[in-house]
């Protein structure tokens, strides 16, 4: 079970940081990722990072800007969002995947076979 927090109204060019905190014993077996959803839209690619944090990948539109970690130790994942946009605004999802396959493409929704409830992000102009 994954659990979303921090999200929240912020003004453009502000911070927010997410959390999404996994249950149970195993959470360095897991690769974990967040996505995003606007309405109307598909969930879209952020960020993901690999099982001891060792690989980073982003996408282009929050490069620069967006940070992701995690803490196996307390089992959490975090995504530190700055010089957020407008274009920021949505619903965000951490997920979470067993898989250890070679060449497995973590910015497809359908890698991923745990998600959390979601967190609004909601960033004003």
């Known amino acids: 079970q994954l659990q979303a927090s921090g999200g929240g109204l912020v003004q453009a060019g502000g911070s927010l940081r997410l959390s999404c905190v996994a249950s149970g014993r195993t959470f360095s077996e897991y690769y974990m990722g967040w996505f995003r959803q606007v309405p109307g839209k598909e969930r879209e690619f952020v960020t993901a990072i690999s099982w001891a944090g060792g690989s980073t990948d982003y996408a282009d539109s929050v490069k620069g800007r967006f940070t992701i970690s995690r803490d196996n130790a307390k089992n959490t994942v975090y995504l530190q969002m700055n010089s957020l946009k407008p274009g920021d605004t949505a619903v965000y999802f951490c997920?979470?995947?067993?898989?250890?396959?070679?060449?497995?493409?973590?910015?497809?929704?359908?890698?991923?076979?745990?998600w959390g409830q979601g967190t609004q992000v909601t960033v004003s102009s």
């Open positions: 997920a979470a995947s067993r898989l250890r396959r070679y060449g497995t493409d973590w910015g497809l929704p359908g890698s991923y076979a745990y």
